[in-house]
């Protein structure tokens, strides 16, 4: 892989983006849901990242990265598992609760996700992704690229959508949340593991990976997309996989590197939202609200942060340390808000509650910056 450097890792477009700055209002010709539109600010989420955010695309085609089987699903309604990289629901499930959607969000690959099933929104994540192209094959596994997936939404989504909607998409975009979340793997899974550090130091390749990103954003924009959810990268540093035999990686070094990137995140939203006319966005600063609950457990009723709920092999056992043992077991006690790692790298459902509140309704820069995602839903 050759990594391309810039200066800066991005400069204001006020030319480009002139050209996409008048969207027209929601017409009164798009077709959605009666008795959904009366109570909702918005009709539904499309989502791109990682298997934080995954619903379970990964289970429709061959990857090492997947949660297709048990104990993975096992406290999900169904008690089956989803291809949700936790116990339960994940947060996109736990946004669109609070959010008052009617369903689930549809994973981009199940086939049945066309039609009248795409209205409140597509997932097109992928478990094991990452900014850049080439994370997530580092280690062998086939995933769906962040790139591949934008290619998707505007190339499959978007025009089925036009479709069911009798609109422009122009129209009914403004009306839907873009939930990106997406950087770790580039660290864990790219940077460190291929100790890249030997060869870029870590403000070089945070740079090159905001660059990126920042391309992916305004891609997303120029196709319509104004609301924009993104996550911050977690505190790489206190999964249970890194404490395990031979993984790559200090703790301190990948809380080191997740706070750098986390801090020019913020930066770049900044200057997306000055250089773009409508464009808005909530930063979800999930270092913050998981690093709080790991240094403070008692104050948020947490009591085990640091090992995973269910059995993970280690690389020496003939695992990879991060997902689940198939059908092994799991602790007792994760239904209650007591576990923050369901595996080896991924939240329970009770850690993705805590986030999606805060998410939702903080009103601390904290937790989600510069509003929340109630306030980003009515704008």
């Known amino acids: 892989m050759q990594y391309h450097y810039l200066e800066k890792p991005y400069k204001p477009l006020v030319v480009l983006f002139s050209l996409f700055a008048c969207v027209s209002p929601i017409g009164s010709d798009c077709d959605f849901t009666e008795d959904h539109r009366a109570a909702a600010t918005i009709e539904g989420i499309f989502v791109f990242g990682s298997s934080l955010v995954d619903n379970g695309n990964n289970n429709f085609f061959e990857s090492a990265a997947k949660a297709d089987y048990l104990p993975y699903g096992i406290d999900f309604p169904s008690g089956l598992p989803s291809g949700r990289f936790t116990n339960g629901k994940n947060v996109i499930d736990l946004l669109g609760e609070q959010l008052m959607l009617p369903s689930f969000i549809p994973p981009f690959k199940d086939r049945s996700t066309k039609g009248s099933n795409i209205v409140h929104g597509v997932n097109h994540a992928s478990g094991s992704s990452g900014i850049l192209d080439d994370t997530g094959f580092v280690g062998g596994n086939?995933?769906?690229?962040?790139?591949?997936?934008?290619?998707?939404?505007?190339?499959?989504?978007?025009?089925?959508?036009?479709?069911?909607?009798?609109?422009?998409?122009?129209?009914?975009?403004?009306?839907?949340?873009?939930?990106?979340?997406v950087g770790g793997n580039d660290y864990m899974f790219n940077y460190f593991l291929k100790r890249s550090y030997f060869q870029i130091d870590l403000q070089t390749f945070t740079a090159t990976l905001i660059a990126s990103l920042a391309q992916k954003l305004k891609k997303l924009y120029i196709l319509g997309g104004r609301k924009f959810v993104v996550m911050s990268i977690n505190p790489l540093g206190y999964s249970p996989v890194v404490n395990r035999p031979n993984y790559i990686g200090r703790p301190q070094a990948l809380n080191q590197a997740a706070h750098l990137y986390n801090t020019q995140l913020r930066t770049l939203l900044d200057a997306l939202k000055s250089d773009m006319p409508d464009f808005s966005f909530a930063l979800v600063n999930t270092y913050n609200i998981m690093t709080n609950i790991i240094q403070n457990p008692t104050s948020t009723g947490f009591e085990?942060?640091?090992?995973?709920?269910?059995?993970?092999?280690?690389?020496?056992?003939?695992?990879?340390?991060?997902?689940?043992?198939?059908?092994?077991?799991?602790?007792?006690?994760?239904?209650?808000?007591?576990?923050?790692?369901?595996?080896?790298?991924?939240?329970?459902?009770?850690?993705?509650?805590?986030?999606?509140?805060?998410?939702?309704?903080?009103?601390?820069?904290?937790?989600?910056?510069p509003i929340n995602v109630k306030q980003l839903a009515q704008l």
């Open 142 to 181: 086939v995933v769906i690229s962040l790139s591949q997936q934008i290619r998707d939404f505007q190339e499959v989504t978007l025009p089925e959508l036009e479709a069911q909607l009798a609109c422009n998409s122009s129209q009914s975009l403004p009306r839907y949340l873009f939930v990106v979340g």
């Open 304 to 369: 085990d942060t640091s090992n995973p709920c269910c059995k993970v092999k280690s690389q020496i056992e003939g695992g990879n340390g991060v997902l689940c043992e198939r059908g092994g077991e799991t602790c007792e006690n994760r239904n209650r808000t007591t576990i923050v790692f369901f595996d080896g790298l991924h939240p329970t459902e009770a850690l993705n509650v805590q986030i999606a509140t805060k998410a939702y309704a903080s009103t601390l820069e904290f937790h989600v910056y």
